[in-house]
């Protein structure tokens, strides 16, 4: 019951209320954006859905316009050259994440699942398909973020991935949502850049301009 209808339902009401609520900050970040660097305030990026159907992910674009638009963050030997100013707060605070609770309000995504992969992240996706981790809505945090984000290797997260999933229920989501918060606040396991990349890639693979 829970993950047939309630959890849409509330997937609804969080992502409606909070971008009714958040709406004031979306426009200071839009504007500092555009007063930081050129180009668009948002990023869209292909990411893979549930049953591997892909749909454009949102963020506040965080790094410069001429960064290459399909590697990931990790595989920059140099991701702070392309970083902006205002970029730079926006992924420790990970505020840079915030529009994707219009793809939430779409059903692209839920508030709590395994992080969208990239399309081409094709390490990523079938090592997730062992676990059936592929099967259910990505989210904007999830049972990986709150264990080691950028700092878990492949198998590992796809692991914790399908642990959710086989757990899924209205307590597991809750615990995910609220960890999250204190994860965030202590920008715990974020990982920039090849030199510090993990053994295998990172838990939100694809750049976060």
Known sequence: MYRRYIKR??????????????????????VW?????????FFC?????RDLETFP??????????TPHDMPTH????????????????????L??????????KGDMSVVGPRPALWNQDDLIAEREKYGANSVRPGLTGLAQISGRDELPIPVKARL?????????FATDARC????????????????????KPSKSSSDPGPRR
């Open 9 to 30: 339902i509330l997937d609804i009401l969080l992502s409606a209320l909070g971008l009714a609520l958040l709406s004031p900050l979306f426009l200071i970040i839009a």
């Open 33 to 41: 954006i555009r007063l930081d660097s050129p180009g668009k305030v």
């Open 45 to 49: 990026q292909q990411r893979i859905g």
């Open 57 to 66: 992910i949102l963020k506040f674009r965080t790094m410069r316009s001429d």
């Open 75 to 94: 595989m920059l030997e140099n991701p702070d050259a392309y970083i902006t100013k205002s970029g730079a707060f926006l992924r420790k605070t990970s």
């Open 96 to 105: 840079d994440e915030l529009p994707q609770m219009i793809n939430i309000l």
């Open 161 to 169: 991935d399908g642990e959710y999933v086989k757990n899924l229920s």
């Open 177 to 196: 949502f609220f960890r999250t918060i204190g994860a965030v606040a202590r920008s715990e396991g974020v990982v920039e850049g090849a030199a510090r």
